[in-house]
Every structure is written in C-alpha cells, then in structure tokens.
C-alpha cells in the first residue's frame, strides 16, 4: 500500500525523482545508464559545460560564472526543495565537499523545477545548514542544456570548464570526484583575442558554430524577421546602411540587465556602422522605471504582443540577432554563450564584413553558398 502510494505521489511531479543505476565495471559505472538520458549527455560531456548565465538568486557565493570556477571541479545538484531524495543527499554532499574542498573541489546546488518558491529554498539550506553554493534555474535554461530530467541529478565539471561527466551515478560519486580532483590540471592563459578593425577582400563570413541555440528557429544565414515595434522609448534609429543588434530583453531578467553594459559599449564602439536595439514585450512604463535609474546608450523599444520575438520563436532570454545591412543574420543565440560568446571581436567582425561588402563594386558577384543549408544562401566560412 506504501509503495502505491508513493508511486501515485511522483506521478503527479512534473519532474521525477531518481533512481540509482546500478553499478558497472571501470569508468562506465561513473554514469548513469539510462539509455533515453544518455542520448542527450553523450553528446555534451567532453565539450564546455553550459553557460550560467541564466542562473539568478545566488547563496553563498561571489561566482558567478565559469570563468570564476576555472581551476576548480565542480558538481552541479540538479534538485528542488520540494524533492525528498535530493534532501536527503545533501549530507553526503556536505561531507564529500569537506573532504575535497582543499582540492579545489566545489558544489553548486541548481534549483532547475519549474515548483520554485524562493522562502521554502532559503528556508531548506538554512535548515540543513549547507554553505555552499546555490542559484535558481528559473527559466530552466541551464537545466535544458544539460538534459535535466530527474532530480536529483549530478554533473562533474573538470577544472578546465569542460563537462567531464553527465548523469553521474549517484552510488559511485565519491569515486567520480575522487579520480576527476586528482586528474592533472595546468594552468593555461588564454591569449588575449585581436578585434578585426578591417578585413582582407574576399573574406567570408564566419562559420556557425553548433550550440544550443534557445530559439525555435535558427535564422543564421537567413532574412531576418520585420522588426515590428509598437512604442519606441528612445528616437527610432536610422538602420539604413548598418549593421543591426537586436537584444530581445526584460527587465526582470538578469542576465539580460547583467548584457546592458556591453550593449553600451558594442553601439558606442561601433556607433558609425552599426546600430543596437533592445526590445521588450513589458508595459512601456515598466521599461520607462527602468531605463531612469540604468545607463542605457542604445535605442529601446516596445512590442507587448512580441511578434518579431515570436516570429524566431525566442525561447529564452537574452537572445540577440546580428543583421548585417542586406537583411542577413551572421550571429544568433544566447550572448554568454560558452560555445560561441557574443564577444566584442564577433561584433566587430560581422561589423568590418558588412561594411566590406557595402562597398565592395556592384558588378563583383556575391559569394553563394551555406554550409548547413546547401547551395542558393548566403555562404558562411572561416575566417
């Protein structure tokens, strides 16, 4: 009778507890078998581990992104406050995290259900007492990236940032931990990236890079949507002959304020070539408070019905399209990226190339081509 009464209680989660894999021989054991899982972790382990961008309502930590961590390994608890099985593992985290912390060995709790109530999660750390760190996945954007389906779920970052293993088998954590903290780790400094002020003639646009994409449509390569626009807060821009940012935004979402300043400096930069927009689907006077008490440089507007952002069908936010002055979008996504920052570098590229092409003689023919989509679109390639 208990145990049909339990069943009938996780039925009704919108995300179910986990069961712990059984156990395996060498390295494969380190996961979680789950062949329906595996499809999607298979493909991200080994690769940087997912932008944390989208994570707010931080505890117990000034990091708050990879490049923080670098140096450290990392294990993200997908759980929820609500979710007994993951309560329950919390003091064998706390006694794991003691005896690796001198290692550089770090937890980082990820609240990734949809069933967030920010008193009863403060309410369960302070409980249990567990210092280290935590954040909430509202949007559930890193969770998506990661396949998170069952709570709770491990993750292991290595120290270089990269995700070293997905769905870690709960029975063989200490293990996991134990050989991915003694692996060696040199300390590397990356080379400081060169912004392209100009470039040679003939060079093509960049190569897209594989990444979630958060948008139901990827339009890299393609006509950009008609940016419809029911209230402009600022003057409404001349985009004549320029290469166009357009930042889908609000102002309840961090990272999309925590891109503001950035924003600023991509129009102030590149004020004579290109032209930044951000547009909310918010109350105008929402966005009016808002832009009083924040420096913005760039031109705002409204659209409460956000057909442009349905029109890509934006699936999480701050998402950004980079048109080039024919109508063409060269860069699409999500701005902080691990896979494929929007950097002050992509912005000028994109920049140099548009304004290459705008003056390039009209009898020269265009280069054709797509490497995803065939012939008869724009050609995107290396630099």
């Known amino acids: 009778m208990k145990t049909a009464l339990l069943a009938s209680i996780?039925?009704?989660?919108s995300i179910p507890t986990f069961a712990p894999a059984a156990l395996q021989d060498g390295e494969k054991g380190w996961r979680d078998p789950s062949p329906e899982l595996r499809k999607h972790w298979d493909t991200i382990e080994g690769k940087p581990a997912p932008s944390l961008a989208g994570l707010s309502s931080w505890l117990n930590t000034e990091a708050r992104a990879w490049k923080d961590l670098r140096g450290k390994v990392v294990l993200i608890d997908a759980w929820a406050w609500w979710c007994a099985p993951c309560r329950r593992s919390m003091p064998h985290l706390e006694e794991l995290r003691a005896k690796h912390a001198d290692k550089g060995f770090v937890v980082l709790g990820v609240h990734s259900a949809s069933r967030y109530d920010s008193t009863k999660m403060r309410n369960a750390i302070g409980e249990m007492k567990l210092p280290w760190a935590f954040a909430v996945d509202r949007e559930r954007t890193l969770s998506t990236a990661l396949g998170t389906k069952l709570l709770p779920t491990y993750y292991l970052v290595d120290r270089s940032g990269k995700l070293r293993v997905a769905g870690v088998n709960r029975e063989r954590v200490d293990d996991v931990v134990a050989a991915v903290v003694a692996e060696p780790w040199e300390k590397s400094e990356e080379p400081e990236a060169k912004v392209v002020?100009?470039?040679a003639p003939g060079t093509t646009w960049p190569a897209y890079v594989k990444k979630p994409l958060y948008a139901g449509k990827d339009l890299r390569g393609k006509q950009a949507p008609e940016l419809q626009v029911e209230k402009w807060l600022t003057d409404a821009p001349d985009t004549e002959?320029?290469?166009?940012?357009?930042?889908?935004?609000?102002?309840?979402?961090p990272p999309c304020r925590e891109a503001i300043p950035h924003l600023n400096d991509f129009q102030k930069k590149f004020a004579d070539d290109l032209?930044?927009?951000?547009?909310?689907?918010?109350q105008p006077a929402t966005v009016e408070r808002f832009m009083k008490k924040t420096e913005m440089q760039y031109a705002q507007a409204i659209d409460t019905k956000a057909r442009t952002k349905d029109a890509v069908d934006v699936q999480g936010?701050?998402?950004?399209?980079?048109?080039?002055s024919d109508g063409i979008v060269r860069w699409q996504g999500f701005p902080e990226s691990e896979e494929d920052r929007l950097t002050e570098q992509v912005v000028a590229?994109?920049?140099?190339l548009d304004k290459a092409a705008r003056e390039k003689p009209k009898d020269e023919p265009d280069k054709k081509g797509d490497p995803k989509k065939g012939d008869g679109e724009e050609k995107q390639g290396g630099l």
């Open 241 to 253: 002959g320029k290469t166009v940012l357009i930042d889908f935004w609000a102002t309840w979402c």
């Open 275 to 282: 032209v930044v927009i951000g547009i909310s689907a918010e």
């Open 349 to 352: 590229t994109v920049v140099a």
């Open 317 to 324: 936010i701050p998402h950004v399209l980079l048109i080039s």
């Open 197 to 199: 002020e100009a470039v």
């Open 10 to 13: 996780l039925a009704l989660l």
